[in-house]
């Protein structure tokens, strides 16, 4: 590849089953990232619903918003109005209807957050009704390029009466398209546009109007990369949609897309899973013996470098700046991974050349650079700390995947009855092709067996249906929440 950067081979695995749905990306064989959307709960970003203001908050200049979730969401003043010095008295009023996006899903006790500054994005574009902004991505960095871009996207704009209209972003991936690629998505864009106009004169308060893609979905519209090789499917259903979703939106992406008949679960390949429960835990080793240690509060997460057995073969300086730069190359990969949001404390090995601070920082940043998340790092401070800071749009892994231990006080963390429900479902269907038992007999603390007689039952006799075999439940009193067996019969 040019400028010496290595050959980047990237693959997407998606693992979908009617309760959940995950997409792995993996370059070089190594898990990147990990996307989980479960079908009770889906993530709520990117959807525009037609609010009601429920209650203004002149000291905070802000909102509350009912959207029709079970908490209002809140809005601020500057994403209602872009002068920032309107107070929101002027802006809204209790009663009044809005037409609001979520910004960022609900996280613990805090509503979603909202915004009137309206984009709904397509393969190649954003388009942003009611502005006159054009914009490209920062990630194109070539300037002949960009202004290439703007003028196309300019001349769709005028040849489509657009001009004035609405506001274009060029994503990352328009970058060496052609004009027909950007006017079929400004026509898209246009189309979809004047739908939702009909709905939000049309629909009561409070509904949605716009209906994120589901996960599968938009993995292909934000994921899909010119390095990415191959996509894999497990579930024939959706391989059929995505099929088409590809004919008819990204056609450059459909020769990668697969359906995966392997003889094992598709996150066996490259060692998915595993990568998965390390990320939900707190001790990450290092290849030199070093590892960190990652803690996450709902204020902050803190990651500190350690040494452990390394030792270097000259000197301690030696030994500190090498355990340093790996490093910071796993603090990038696991930030990803785990989705770790707001703010990030970095404690690396205290280093007295900074000569050495200045390549591990630079290190941190290069790693950084494939997240597709925005994140900002400052310097090395006095106390030889590194903050940085990732935009948290959703839960992290841990979030989503754990809660607290009702057993130690809160002070730790188990795997949510939920989580484990699905982990049976994966269970049970691995060992249906490896071994074809007559029925199949689960162990699990009372928990997970009352959710799956309750929440998770119509997962359960899908289930069912799906491998024409019996499952049978029994509680296990000594079993916590995370344990469990399944017995073959």
């Known amino acids: ?106 996280i613990g006790t805090k509503g979603a957050r909202l915004t009137t500054h309206l984009s709904i994005p397509s393969r190649y574009l954003v388009y942003m009704p009611g502005t006159a902004h ?15 871009l703007k003028r196309l996207v300019t001349g769709c704009m005028e040849s489509e009466g657009l001009t004035g209209e609405a506001g274009f972003i060029l994503r990352t991936a328009a970058d060496g398209v052609g004009e027909d690629e950007i006017l079929a998505d400004v026509r898209y864009l246009r189309r979809l546009w004047r739908k939702l106009e009909e709905r939000i004169k049309d629909n009561p308060l409070p509904s949605m109007i716009y209906d994120e893609l589901p996960l599968s979905q938009r993995a292909i519209r934000d994921l899909a990369r010119p390095e990415t090789t191959k996509i894999l499917i497990d579930s024939n259903e959706t391989y059929q949609k995505i099929d088409q979703f590809c004919q008819q939106y990204v056609p450059e992406v459909a020769e990668t897309i697969e359906y995966y008949k392997g003889p094992g679960p598709i996150f066996e390949l490259y060692n ?10 707190r001790q990450v080793a290092l290849k030199s ?30 030994t500190i700046f090498k355990t340093n ?94 989580t484990i429900c699905y982990e049976i479902f994966r269970e049970i269907l691995r060992e249906e092709r490896a071994y074809n038992a007559g029925t199949y007999l689960v162990l699990a603390s009372q928990e997970v067996v009352d959710r799956l007689l309750d929440e998770d039952s119509h997962g359960l006799a899908d289930l069912e249906a799906f491998i024409g075999k019996t499952i049978r439940l029994q509680v296990e009193g000594r079993y916590r929440q995370d344990e469990y067996d399944i017995i073959l019969q």
């Open 1 to 106: 590849m040019a400028d010496g950067q290595p050959m980047v081979n990237a693959e997407i695995l998606m693992n979908v089953t009617p309760t959940e749905s995950r997409v792995a990306v993996v370059e070089n064989g190594v898990l990147q990232e990990i996307f989980i959307e479960r079908s009770n709960h889906r993530g709520l970003v990117g959807n525009i619903y037609k609010g009601r203001v429920v209650r203004v908050l002149p000291g905070m200049q802000a909102a509350f918003v009912d959207i029709g979730l079970e908490r209002a969401a809140f809005i601020h003043s500057s994403e209602i109005s872009r002068d920032n010095n309107a107070p929101i008295v002027q802006l809204v009023r209790e009663g009044q209807s809005l037409i609001v996006q979520v910004t960022k899903d609900p």
């Open 134 to 148: 054009l914009g490209v991505s920062q990630r194109i960095e070539e300037e002949s390029e960009r202004e290439r």
């Open 272 to 281: 998915v899973e595993e990568d998965i429960q390390r990320g939900l835990e």
């Open 289 to 318: 013996g070093g590892y960190l240690v990652i803690d996450q509060t709902e204020a902050m997460t803190t990651i500190d470098v350690n040494t452990g057995g390394f030792v270097g073969r000259r000197n301690l300086e030696d």
């Open 325 to 418: 730069l790996e490093a910071a190359t796993a603090i990038g990969r696991q930030v990803r991974l785990r989705n770790l949001g707001g703010i990030i404390i970095l404690d690396f090995i205290d280093m007295t050349d900074v000569e050495h601070q200045r390549q591990v920082l630079r290190m941190l940043e290069k790693v950084l650079e494939k997240d597709h998340t925005k994140t900002k790092i400052s310097g090395v401070s006095e106390l030889g700390l590194v903050e940085m800071t990732r935009k948290r749009t959703r839960e992290s892994l841990e979030h989503m995947l754990m809660e607290p231990c009702s057993a130690c006080q809160g002070r730790g963390s188990v795997k949510t009855a939920e």
